[in-house]
């Protein structure tokens, strides 16, 4: 059974850092297309990375230069790390397999001080 | 990156009828990589189309997708009670994927 599962989460301040995890089982993430997509309470998706098979990475412009994607292929793991963070990278962060099926429930980041 | 633009924003029908949604790229979707996702209040979203015009695994065949290039269309024959959502299109294509706004489907 394919399960993603998101954690990481939580309530930052301004210009603090966080690091989300995507545990994957099921298949494997490294010969895989991942994205993160984010939703800010009461709005639409948006994407935000994504890593391709090959460990090449794309980044949405709001975020390009904060936010790194990596993998770790022996733990079957996607991270996604957020550095200066700000009150509109507060939203639900899914990890989804890339134009596909497979999403988690998400893990929520509040930046607030 | 490609724009997605969704319409309408809203769309308010009766069970039974059918619901035609929108979605037009400012530029032409590369392979055709255009998903349509449906979304309910708390919970992530579900895949109902894939290259434009490919069910996702278990989605009734009531919801078809169509179209190519820049414009394209998900259809929903009859509309089932659980079918009143937000539904949201991606093309995946291009390297920096993109999301349309939505169109929420509601009950009329």
């Known amino acids: 059974e394919v399960q993603l599962v998101e954690s990481g989460g939580g309530l930052v301040q301004p210009g603090g850092s966080l690091r989300l995890s995507c545990a994957v089982s099921?298949?494997?993430?490294?010969?895989?297309?991942m994205s993160w997509v984010r939703q800010a309470p009461g709005k639409g998706l948006e994407w935000v990375s994504v890593i391709y098979s090959g460990g090449v990475t794309y980044y949405a412009d709001s975020v390009k230069g904060r936010f790194t994607v990596s993998r770790d292929n022996s733990k079957n793991t996607m991270y996604l790390q957020m550095n200066s963070l700000r009150a509109e990278d507060t939203a639900l962060y899914y990890c989804?397999?890339?134009?596909?099926?497979?999403w988690g429930q998400g893990t929520m980041v509040t930046v607030s001080s | 990156e490609a724009v997605l633009t969704q319409s309408p924003g809203t769309l308010s029908l009766s069970p039974g009828e059918r619901a035609t949604l929108s979605c037009r790229a400012s530029?032409?979707?590369?392979?055709?990589?255009l998903a349509w996702y449906q979304q309910k209040p708390g919970q992530a979203p579900r895949l109902l189309i894939y290259a434009a015009s490919n069910r996702a695994t278990g989605i009734p065949d009531r919801f078809s997708g169509s179209g190519s290039g820049t414009d394209f269309t998900l259809t929903i024959s009859r509309l089932e009670p659980e079918d009143f959502a937000v539904y949201y299109c991606?093309?995946?294509?291009?390297?920096?994927?993109?999301f349309g706004q939505g169109t929420k489907l509601e009950i009329k």
């Open positions: 530029q032409s979707v590369l392979k055709n990589y």
């Open positions: 991606q093309q995946y294509g291009n390297s920096r994927n993109t």
């Open positions: 989804a397999v890339d134009g596909g099926g497979d």
């Open positions: 099921g298949f494997t993430v490294s010969n895989s297309f």
